[in-house]
């Protein structure tokens, strides 16, 4: 099953998406699957992974119920309040785990500072998070990779997928430091790893392959194909590229591979990390 691993809809809203600035305005729309299905078929996949975009249960709720009518998004990582703990977030956990697509839950943690990674009820939370079999997508930036790696060590039971690679600036030649957290981090074996978001991360999207070659070398060199999938980060990378030249570009990179490792990262890591239903 070929997958990309990342992606979102929404129905457009400047008071919910103001993080959508003057720059982006080519994504100041609706991006439903009716939009996305067209660029999966050209890109000859099978299915995606719907990310939420906003922090609400209603967000949650629309996802599955695309999942419901698009069968192609064949997982769904939707938001729950995780600081409440006990009974309330088991309850919203009871109440979606029935959802066959309902597959993960993520929090942006990007947004939080590094207090947040020890705060007791998030902790807690996520432990009935692990519990429910569900996954975990974490959403940070590079700066917060010492926090998070301190934070990952507290759930060895709790299977997480890293974003965006920790959203590096992507600039030159990756940094020593961001390369050595990606190999700390690839020690946690309950820990996988999305090669998306990487373009938008670029000055002012001027990228090319030659510049994002090297941080996919390190993120496969540190988790190995087992532990690593391609994501698009759709509909955001279109400020810096359409979909199918994403799709081609790091198609590319995956060259040199075998044909089994090319097929991990192309669907079979994002099946087995979000354990989905082919």
Request: aromatic content about 10%; overall charge negative; some cysteine.
């Amino acid at each position: 099953m070929r997958l990309d691993a990342h992606q979102h809809f929404w129905r457009y809203d400047a008071a919910e998406y103001d993080w959508i600035d003057d720059r982006m305005q080519t994504i100041r729309r609706d991006f439903l699957p009716v939009d996305l299905a067209p660029s999966l078929a050209s890109a000859g996949l099978d299915g995606t992974v719907a990310v939420q975009a906003r922090q609400s249960l209603a967000e949650t709720e629309w996802l599955l119920q695309l999942s419901d009518t698009a069968p192609w998004i064949k997982g769904v990582v939707g938001w729950v309040p995780l600081a409440q703990n006990g009974r309330s977030i088991i309850k919203l956990l009871d109440r979606f785990c029935p959802h066959a697509r309902f597959r993960g839950v993520r929090h942006v943690l990007q947004a939080e500072p590094d207090a947040y990674f020890t705060n007791s009820g998030f902790n807690e939370a996520l432990g009935e998070v692990a519990r429910a079999g569900l996954t975990y997508d974490l959403l940070i930036v590079a700066r917060q990779l010492p926090a998070a790696l301190a934070w990952v060590d507290r759930h060895p039971s709790l299977r997480i997928v890293l974003d965006h690679i920790a959203k590096p600036l992507v600039s030159g030649m990756p940094s020593p430091e961001w390369r050595s957290h990606m190999h700390e981090l690839a020690r946690r074996p309950n820990l996988f790893c999305k090669f998306s978001g990487v373009i938008t991360e670029v000055l002012n999207w001027h990228w090319t392959p030659e510049l994002v070659r090297p941080y996919f070398d390190v993120v496969l060199e540190a988790f190995g194909p087992e532990r690593l999938m391609f994501g698009s980060d759709w509909p955001v990378c279109l400020v810096a590229a359409d979909y199918v030249r994403w799709h081609a570009i790091v198609e590319s990179f995956l060259q040199p591979l075998t044909p089994p490792e090319r097929a991990a990262i192309m669907g079979g890591t994002a099946t087995a990390a979000y354990r989905l239903n082919p």
